[in-house]
Nanobody
Framework: QVQLVESGGGLVQAGGSLLLSCEASGRVLTMGWYRQAPGKQRDLVASITRGGTKTYADSVTGRFTISRDNAKNMVFLQMNTLKPEDTGVYYC???????????WGQGTQVTVSS
């Protein structure tokens, strides 16, 4: 069982920046970030494979950057030019190695004020 621990959420004004970090307790494959706004479903924000292939939701392309450090089993989400609609709980996720398992972090709150 892999544990994911997120950090870096908080309150920021529109136009500001935040850096989210997530550390996995073991080796994982594709890592990513999902966002869940109040009353809405959890949607993919960005993902990155171990080889560095990145995917972004259209709403964050050009503003958010995902990266990872395979040696440390960590993934990062640099969020710039934040908008109120970016508000939500951000969940780190990772795919297990050799098992059909997706792991989730506990979530970190991001609130963007207008």
């Amino acid at each position: 069982q892999v544990q994911l621990v997120e950090s870096g959420g908080g309150l920021v004004q529109a136009g500001g920046s935040l850096l989210l970090s997530c550390e996995a307790s073991g080796r994982v494959l594709t890592m990513g970030w999902y966002r869940q706004a109040p009353g809405k479903q959890r949607d993919l924000v960005a993902s990155i494979t171990r080889g560095g292939t990145k995917t972004y939701a259209d709403s964050v392309t050009g503003r958010f950057t995902i990266s990872r450090d395979n040696a440390k089993n960590m993934v990062f989400l640099q969020m710039n030019t934040l908008k109120p609609e970016d508000t939500g709980v951000y969940y780190c996720t990772a795919e297990g190695v050799g098992v059909p398992q997706r792991y989730w972090g506990q979530g970190t709150q991001v609130t963007v004020s207008s």
